[in-house]
């Protein structure tokens, strides 16, 4: 039987690290820092969009979680974030399952989800 993403991004537990790690990397990647720098004052609220964004990809990629927060562009919009941050974005999120040891396939079906995102999330 086939593991699902989900399982295959370790989990719950996977996915949570992999997502503490996409945002340490977002606070030390220069082309994007000064989007998620001003969160480290507001530990409350960087916590939501974490859990947020645990849950999306969560249920995104078929663990038994059900996502609570905003679509997509409701979340981004007003942030008009250009194409050449959101590859940003996406070499962080790289960084991250390479950290967490997912395998090369398994990058293959993040990036298909990330690159289904963008128009969602660019320019918005």
């Given at each position: 039987m086939?593991?699902?993403l989900f399982e295959r991004l370790?989990?719950?537990d996977g996915i949570s690290n992999i997502v503490d790690d996409t945002v340490e990397n977002h606070m030390n990647n220069?082309?994007?820092?000064?989007?998620?720098?001003?969160?480290?004052?507001?530990?409350?609220?960087l916590a939501i969009i974490?859990?947020?964004t645990i849950d999306?990809?969560?249920?995104?990629?078929?663990?038994?979680v059900t996502y609570k927060g905003k679509d997509m562009v409701t979340a981004h919009t007003g942030m008009n974030i250009s194409p050449e941050e959101y590859m940003h974005v996406i070499d962080d999120i790289f960084m991250a399952l390479d950290k967490n040891s997912i395998d090369e396939?398994?990058?293959?079906?993040?990036?298909?989800?990330?690159?289904?995102l963008k128009s969602m999330i660019i320019s918005k």
């Open positions: 086939t593991k699902t370790g989990s719950r220069p082309h994007v820092s000064a989007r998620f720098l001003p969160y480290k004052d507001k530990p409350q609220h974490k859990q947020h999306f990809f969560s249920a995104g990629s078929g663990g038994p396939e398994t990058k293959k079906d993040v990036l298909a989800i990330l690159w289904s």
